[in-house]
Nanobody, 118 residues
Framework: QVQLVESGGGLVQPGGSLRLSCAGSGSIFPINSMGWYRQAPGKERELVAVITGGSSTNYADSVKGRFTIFGDNPKNTMYLQMDNLKPEDTAIYYC????????????WGQGTQVTVSS
């Protein structure tokens, strides 16, 4: 059983910063990709940032230059550093991993609320 727990969300003013954490626990598994999604009220869940293959990273256009995804393997933790936050970044943020070799399986955290408002 793999469990992901997000933390670090909260209320921040525009232009501020937050660092989200995603702590993983459970079985040791090969990770094909890991990343962050977000879902704002009334909108579909969207990809924010992802790490795939040989540590290749991709970001949504809306967060490029402001967000950074990285991991700390000894701590089994993935992070999303969010700088220069904007009100439109307000959403519930979810971390996810895709595991498996032949059959892939996704695991999701419970989400953490990020609110950017003055």
């Amino acid at each position: 059983q793999v469990q992901l727990v997000e933390s670090g969300g909260g209320l921040v003013q525009p232009g501020g910063s937050l660092r989200l954490s995603c702590a993983g626990s459970g079985s040791i598994f090969p990770i094909n990709s890991m990343g962050w999604y977000r879902q704002a009220p009334g909108k579909e869940r969207e990809l924010v940032a992802v790490i795939t293959g040989g540590s290749s990273t991709n970001y949504a256009d809306s967060v490029k230059g402001r967000f950074t995804i990285f991991g700390d393997n000894p701590k089994n933790t993935m992070y999303l550093q969010m700088d220069n936050l904007k009100p439109e970044d307000t959403a519930i943020y979810y971390c996810t991993v895709d595991v498996g070799i032949i059959v892939h399986k996704n695991y999701w955290g419970q989400g953490t609320q990020v609110t950017v408002s003055s």
